[in-house]
């Protein structure tokens, strides 16, 4: 059954994700693996943590894989965009990985190949095929992710349109990040209905921009839904994530699958 595995890992500012992953039925092989992400957070040292974490992972695992899960598809989801290989922009983690060919980075140093996916669009790709935008695959939908930033993945009729960074837009003048993501509603002190019509704000302009037909709205303050998500009103059903925290690992590993 390995072949029907791939390993998805989720790179964050704070931490790394990593599972392996039944790509055909979105579930976890294993429970996922967690470790800090290395200061200074270059491509290199993050790149060395992954191998290491890859290493762990096959040691713990309840299943064999015959090849070693380096033989495994790889997908990795990281805060930031890729054009023409090359990392254009980048969030959460040391600005240095602009520019570099991560793919050919972490190839390099953790001995498998390696392939790069934003996590908002990770997150998307998982809750289309497996969670909450599963019945939406005829539809427009845009998948938020609200964390230390607000990520996007916009998708039309089942089709991702990749590297979108919506949370940029300009809301009451500001970046949509600094306004309405939940570390600023935790670093302002604000409470739920102050920051709810911060992001009903922020709801209406990326609505008008858009358009979508669903809005899936993921990230940890999702599972907090009943405390703000009765608080917005928007022209389009707003509804929370399914998968949680497995989001990005399954996404990455749907994405490695698809592309290995």
Known sequence: MSEQWAVGIDIGGTGIKVACVDWATGTLMDEQLRIPTPQPSTATNVAKAVGQALNELQERSRHTIPDGIRSLPIGLAFPGSIRRGKVTFLGNLDQSWVGEDVSTVFSSVT???????????????AEMRFGAGSQAQ????????LGTGIGSALFTRGELYPYTELGHITVDGKNGERYASVSTK??????????????????????????????????????????????IDVPVPVVTAQLHNDAGIVGAALFAHQHA
Request: net charge negative; glycine share 8%; aromatic share 8%.
């Open 186 to 231: 935790d670093r302002e002190g604000l409470t739920y209905e102050e920051w709810a019509g911060r992001l009903q704000k922020y709801l209406d302009q990326i609505v008008l921009l858009t358009n979508p037909e669903l809005i899936i709205v993921g990230g940890w303050i999702s599972s907090q839904h009943a405390s703000w998500l009765h608080l």
């Open 138 to 145: 005829d539809k427009s939908v845009l998948m938020l992710t």
């Open 111 to 125: 001995g498998a190949q390696c392939l790069f996916l934003n996590d908002a669009d990770a997150a998307g790709l």
